[in-house]
């Protein structure tokens, strides 16, 4: 199980859509966390409102902020790439679909353009894993 988690494909091609999807996950998800880079905090973000009216609504936005955080980590460093893609493609996911589908496409009016590549960003790694420069890749043998 743990190799099939870990393997992945021999190219360089993944690694800067990988390093740059890990430090914007990883940045959005310290804002919330920890309030660093202008952020507003954990118990700010806990306060609001989770999409589709999921309940409680502190639990959902607690494990989005902490998906965003460590998902970044695994998917920037290439270690359990394809987990860490799959905390982000969900939390892109609900993102797109419950925030900012609504407001159409352009994200100059909130739309769901920036979360679309993000979410796509996020699916190619969980299918394809952190490629070369990972350390998925020297997990797997360079297979």
């Keep these: 199980m743990a190799v099939s988690l870990t393997s992945t494909i021999n ?4 690694l800067p859509m990988r390093l740059a999807l890990g430090v914007i996950f990883f940045a959005h998800g310290a ?3 920890f309030g660093v880079w202008g ?4 118990s700010v973000w806990i306060s609001g409102v989770a999409p589709f009216g999921l309940q409680p609504s502190w639990l959902w936005l607690g494990a989005a902020a902490f998906a965003e955080f460590v998902g ?3 998917v920037m460093f290439g270690f359990m790439t394809r987990i860490g893609a799959l905390l982000l493609t969900c939390v892109m996911g609900i993102a ?6 609504k407001n159409g496409l352009f994200l100059n009016n909130g739309g769901f353009e920036y979360t679309l590549a993000l979410l796509a960003m996020s699916l190619t790694l969980l299918i394809a894993g952190g490629g070369n420069g990972s350390i998925d890749f020297q997990r797997s043998g360079g297979k």
């Design 11 to 14: 190219t360089w091609a993944l």
């Design 31 to 33: 804002q919330k966390l």
């Design 39 to 42: 952020g507003r905090g954990f």
């Design 72 to 74: 970044g980590l695994l």
């Design 96 to 101: 797109m679909a419950g925030v900012h589908w």
